[in-house]
């Protein structure tokens, strides 16, 4: 969501928990964005993620993971975490 909610032209920081998602994030950086699909169990989920980053990647515009810890009374943290759950 806040990949497709942020004009592709601007800067995005993303504040993520979880380093095996960064990882894999990079992992997929490193295949230019388009791994096989048959490499990938759940490629249909990550389909449009993948194709935005790319596309973020191909303009002027940044895009950065930033890791966090869990329930770090970050406020920005909690409410998606409070959104998850919703």
């Known amino acids: 969501m806040a990949l497709q ?5 601007d800067d995005l920081a993303i504040l993520i928990d979880n380093a095996a998602a960064i990882q894999r ?3 997929f ?3 230019d964005f388009r791994p096989a699909e ?6 249909d989920t990550i ?8 596309w973020r990647s191909e303009s002027s515009s940044r895009t950065l ?5 869990c329930h770090s009374g970050d ?3 909690e409410e998606v975490d409070r959104l998850s759950v919703e």
């Open 75 to 77: 406020p920005l943290h």
């Open 25 to 27: 994030l990079r992992w």
């Open 29 to 31: 950086r490193s295949h």
């Open 5 to 9: 909610g942020t004009p592709r032209a």
């Open 65 to 69: 993971f930033v890791k966090v810890h």
């Open 47 to 54: 389909h449009d993620i993948l194709l935005e980053l790319k």
């Open 38 to 43: 048959h490499n990938v169990k759940d490629y």
